[in-house]
DNA sequence: TTGGTTCTCATTTTT
DNA sequence: TGAGAACCAA
C-alpha cells in the first residue's frame, strides 16, 4: 500500500512500477491489471506507460476503469453466466426510469418513495451483495426499506429477463462468477497476476472484494491511495478499505509518500490546517518541496453574480499581467449548476473556457433514444428499451396501446411479443402498418450488427426509422437542437470508428461507461486548447493548475446540506475532504471565494460564510471583502488596479433589447449578429448568423445568448 | 393519441 | 430555475 499524499506523484509510482515490472522483472504485460477510478485516468496511464515501454507491451497490459474490466471479463464469460454475450449496460439514467416503472406496478404512494433514494438504497444493498429477499428481512419496520426491498426484487427481476446489467452488477456479477466458478477463478488469478490499483481511497465493498479475490493466489497487490481524498462516500465508497488494507491483507507493507511536488508552502499548509478538523484519517505529514509562495486569498463578494464578474475580471487580470496561459486557471466549484454564471461572465469578458464533466449530452432524448435503438438491435430482449423506442417516432401507439402491450407482454421479452402480436393481427388495421415495420425494421437492423461498421449502422438505423425526419418536418429552434444532436451522436460514432475500429458492441459499452465526455465550447475547440477549465471538485480530481479559485465557498454549499440536521458527523468530513481535494490543485496561487447572497433553487437566499474558512490559519492567508460589486476600486488583489477590462454582465432576458444588427456572443457558436427577431420577452425567438458557424435560429430562453457590450 | 399548457417541487458529487 | 407530472382540449 503506498498511503501518497496530495501532489506526491502516486500516479507515477504505478507507471513506474508496471515499467520496472516489465523491464526489469521481464514480466509479461497481459499478466498485469491496473485499475482507475475514471476512464480519463486509465487514458492517461496509458498514455505515460506507452512513453515509458513501447506502444505493443503498453498495448497488452489490462488497464481500466473497475467497470470496464469488469464488463470485458463478462462478456468473454457470458456463458457461465447464464446472458447472452450481448447483454445490455444500464445507465443510470435508465436505471432510474427501471426503477421508476416498478415503483409504478407497486401501487407505492409515490410521494413517500423519491426513485432517486430507491436507487441509491438499492445500489448500496447490492454493493454489499444482499439480495432483495435478505433486504426484505433485515427491513424490520423500516416501511421505507420494506418498499425499497420490493421495488428492489422487481427491478432486478427485469433486468435479469433483459439480460441487462447495471453498473454494481458488473463489479457484483464478476466476482459472483469467481467466487462460484473455480475454473474460471483459477484462469483469472494466473492471467492477473499483478494487480495495481489506483485511487483505493475510493472503492466500494464490492470492488474490494473482487480485488481480494483475484489476488488470493499471487498476493502481488498494489493498491495507491490517500483517505484524505476519499470523497465518493456517496457512491459507496468505503474509506475503511484503506485504512483497513493491512489487516485484509496480512504482511502488507505500508509506504508513505509524503513529499508534495505540486504546492507551495503556503497553499499547502492552508489545506493541511483545514484538514486537522478530521478524525478519521492515517495521518500524515505533508512537506512542500516549493517553500514559501504567494498567500492564499479569500475573497468575500457581495453576490454569484458578482462572484463570476470578479472570476472574469481577475482571469483577464492575470493573463494580462503575469501572462498566464488561459489554461492554467482551474474554477472549481461543488455543484454542477454553479457554472452557468461563470460560463456567462466568461462569455462576455470573451474568455475562451470549456466545462469539465458531464455535459448533458447523455440527458439528451435524443441520444438515448438512439442509443436504445443500437441497443434492441444488439439484444431483442432488451424489453426496456423496446418500450422507450416503441413510439418515437411516433408510431401512433399511446398510453393505452402501452398498457395492452405491457398487460401481454408480462414478463416475456417485449419485442417478442410485438413480433407475435404483429403476426396475429392483433391492432386495429390503421396502426398495424407502422407497428409491423417498426418490428421489420429492428430484426433488419439486427442481422447487420455484426458486419457494418459502427458510423454506417448508426446512419442506416437513423434512416431506416425514419428518426430524423420527425424533426425535419419543421424549421423550429428546438427541432434544429435535435438535428444537430442527432449530428453529434453520428460523429461520435464516427470517433468511435476511427479511434478504434471496434464493432457496434463494443461501441454500446464506450457509450454506457464513459458518459463523461468533456465538452468544448464555443466554437470546435481541440482537446488541448489553452482555455480556462470550469469543472466540480470531485472532477478536479487527479489534476492540477497553476492557478485555481474554489467558489461558493458558504455554508449549505460548501459543506453541501439541505439542512443542518441531517449534516452527519461523516458528511461534513467528507465534505471537508472534497474542499482539501481543491485546494491540492492549487500549484501557486489558490483563491478562495464566498458570496453572500445566491441565487439557488430559483431563490434568492442569503449565505453564511463556509465553516470551513474559519479553520484556516491567519499566517498563510490574506482576507479581502469585496461585497458591494465595487470589484473595480477594490483594494490590491492578485493585480493593482486595473488594465483589466470592466466585466458587467448584461441580465440574459432582462435586455430583450436585441436588435437587428447587434452583435451578440452564444455559448456554443461563438459571435455574431442579429438579423431577425420575433416575438418579446423569454419566448422570443431571434435569427442569429454566425461569424463560423453560418445562420441559425434560437429561442431566446434557454439559448444563452449575449449582446457584447 | 397528441400537443399543449399549467403546476409543483426539489435542488450534490458520477463510474 | 428547470424538469417532470398532471391536466386539458382537440
Given at each position: 500500500m503506498v498511503l501518497a499524499g496530495a501532489g506526491s506523484g502516486k500516479t507515477r509510482v504505478i507507471v513506474h512500477r508496471i515499467a520496472h515490472l516489465i523491464r526489469e522483472l521481464g514480466v509479461k504485460p497481459d499478466r498485469i491489471l491496473a485499475v482507475t477510478f475514471t476512464n480519463k485516468a486509465a487514458r492517461e496511464m496509458k498514455e505515460r506507460i506507452t512513453s515509458l515501454l513501447d506502444d505493443t507491451s503498453a498495448a497488452r497490459i489490462a488497464i481500466g476503469t473497475f467497470h470496464s474490466v469488469c464488463a470485458r471479463i463478462l462478456r468473454r464469460e457470458h456463458r457461465s453466466l447464464k446472458l447472452t454475450s450481448n447483454f445490455t449496460i444500464v445507465t443510470e439514467s435508465e436505471q432510474h426510469a427501471r426503477v421508476k416503472r416498478a415503483v409504478d406496478t407497486l401501487n407505492i404512494p409515490p410521494d413517500r418513495m423519491a426513485p432517486r433514494q430507491i436507487v441509491t438504497r438499492i445500489s448500496n444493498a447490492k454493493n454489499r451483495f444482499q439480495e432483495p429477499e435478505k433486504m426484505l428481512e433485515s427491513a424490520g419496520f423500516d416501511l421505507m426499506q420494506k418498499w425499497t426491498a420490493r421495488v428492489y426484487e422487481i427491478y432486478q427481476a427485469q433486468l435479469e429477463q433483459d439480460h441487462a446489467l447495471d453498473f454494481d452488477d458488473l463489479i457484483v456479477k464478476t466476482v459472483r462468477l469467481l467466487e462460484d466458478n473455480p475454473l474460471v477463478r483459477d484462469a483469472y488469478q494466473e492471467r492477473y497476476r499483478y494487480i495495481l490499483v489506483d485511487e483505493y481511497q475510493d472503492t466500494n465493498h464490492a470492488q474490494y472484494r473482487l480485488i481480494s479475490i483475484l489476488s488470493r493466489r499471487y498476493r502481488n497487490v498494489m493498491v495507491v491511495g490517500d483517505d484524505d481524498q476519499s470523497i465518493y462516500r456517496w457512491r459507496g465508497a468505503e474509506?475503511?478499505?484503506?485504512?483497513?488494507?493491512?489487516?485484509?491483507?496480512?504482511?502488507?507493507?505500508?509506504?508513505?509518500?509524503?513529499?508534495?511536488?505540486?504546492?507551495t508552502q503556503a497553499i499547502l499548509t492552508t489545506a493541511a490546517a483545514m484538514m486537522e478538523n478530521n478524525r478519521r484519517r492515517t495521518g500524515k505529514k505533508l512537506v512542500a518541496v516549493r517553500s514559501g509562495g504567494e498567500k492564499?486569498?479569500?475573497?468575500?463578494?457581495?453576490?454569484?453574480?458578482?462572484?463570476?464578474?470578479?472570476?472574469?475580471?481577475?482571469?483577464?487580470?492575470?493573463?494580462?499581467?503575469?501572462?498566464?496561459?488561459?489554461?492554467?486557471?482551474?474554477?472549481?466549484?461543488?455543484?454542477n449548476a454553479q457554472s452557468r454564471l461563470i460560463e456567462e461572465s466568461c462569455l462576455v469578458a470573451q474568455i475562451p473556457f470549456r466545462v469539465i464533466g458531464n455535459t448533458g449530452f447523455f440527458n439528451r432524448k435524443e441520444v438515448k433514444d438512439l442509443f436504445a435503438y443500437i441497443r434492441l438491435a444488439l439484444n431483442p430482449l432488451d424489453s426496456a428499451s423496446c418500450l422507450r423506442i416503441l413510439n418515437t417516432p411516433r408510431r401512433g401507439i399511446g398510453a393505452?396501446?402501452?398498457?395492452?402491450?405491457?398487460?401481454?407482454?408480462?414478463?416475456r421479452p417485449m419485442f417478442r411479443v410485438l413480433e407475435s402480436l404483429v403476426e396475429d393481427r392483433v391492432f386495429p388495421g390503421h396502426k398495424i402498418g407502422r407497428i409491423a415495420d417498426f418490428v421489420r425494421g429492428v430484426l433488419e437492423m439486427e442481422k447487420i450488427t455484426r458486419t457494418t461498421d459502427v458510423p454506417a449502422f448508426v446512419r442506416l438505423m437513423i434512416e431506416r426509422f425514419g428518426y430524423r425526419e420527425q424533426f425535419e418536418t419543421e424549421d423550429t429552434p428546438e427541432s434544429t437542437a435535435s438535428l444537430e444532436i442527432i449530428e453529434e451522436f453520428v460523429s461520435a460514432a464516427e470517433e468511435f470508428h476511427r479511434r478504434t475500429g471496434d464493432t457496434l458492441d463494443k461501441f454500446c459499452d464506450y457509450l454506457a461507461l464513459n458518459q463523461e465526455q468533456s465538452s468544448d465550447r464555443p466554437g470546435d475547440v481541440e482537446e488541448d486548447q489553452n482555455t480556462v477549465s470550469l469543472l466540480t471538485?470531485?472532477?478536479?480530481?487527479?489534476?492540477?493548475?497553476?492557478v485555481v479559485f474554489i467558489t461558493g465557498l458558504e455554508e449549505g454549499l460548501c459543506p453541501c446540506y439541505r439542512s443542518l440536521s441531517d449534516l452527519t458527523e461523516d458528511d461534513l468530513e467528507e465534505e471537508r475532504r472534497i474542499v482539501y481535494v481543491g485546494m491540492t490543485r492549487a500549484m501557486q496561487k489558490l483563491f478562495l471565494l464566498s458570496a453572500q447572497r445566491r441565487f439557488r433553487a430559483g431563490k434568492q437566499?442569503?449565505?453564511?460564510?463556509?465553516?470551513?474558512?474559519?479553520?484556516?490559519?491567519?499566517?498563510?492567508?490574506?482576507?479581502?471583502?469585496?461585497?458591494?460589486?465595487?470589484?473595480?476600486?477594490?483594494?490590491?488583489?492578485?493585480?493593482?488596479?486595473?488594465?483589466?477590462?470592466?466585466?458587467?454582465?448584461?441580465?440574459?432576458?432582462?435586455?430583450?433589447?436585441?436588435?437587428?444588427?447587434?452583435r451578440v456572443v452564444h455559448k456554443r457558436w461563438g459571435t455574431g449578429t442579429v438579423i431577425d427577431l420575433k416575438g418579446r420577452g423569454p419566448e422570443a425567438k431571434i435569427t442569429v448568423s454566425f461569424d463560423r458557424a453560418g445562420r441559425k435560429k434560437l429561442l431566446l430562453g434557454p439559448s444563452r445568448l449575449f449582446k457584447m457590450t
Open positions: 474509506i475503511s478499505n484503506i485504512l483497513n488494507f493491512e489487516r485484509d491483507f496480512p504482511g502488507a507493507r505500508t509506504v508513505k509518500l509524503e513529499q508534495n511536488y505540486r504546492s492564499v486569498m479569500q475573497v468575500t463578494l457581495g453576490s454569484d453574480r458578482e462572484e463570476a464578474e470578479f472570476l472574469a475580471k481577475e482571469l483577464t487580470g492575470l493573463h494580462a499581467r503575469e501572462h498566464r496561459e488561459w489554461s492554467d486557471f482551474g474554477i472549481l466549484f461543488r455543484t393505452a396501446t402501452r398498457e395492452m402491450l405491457m398487460e401481454k407482454t408480462g414478463d471538485l470531485h472532477n478536479a480530481k487527479g489534476l492540477e493548475f497553476p437566499t442569503d449565505s453564511k460564510p463556509s465553516r470551513f474558512l474559519m479553520e484556516l490559519p491567519e499566517k498563510t492567508l490574506e482576507r479581502i471583502n469585496l461585497q458591494g460589486a465595487r470589484t473595480r476600486r477594490a483594494r490590491p488583489v492578485s493585480f493593482r488596479d486595473s488594465d483589466a477590462p470592466a466585466v458587467k454582465m448584461s441580465h440574459p432576458f432582462s435586455g430583450n433589447d436585441f436588435r437587428r444588427g447587434d
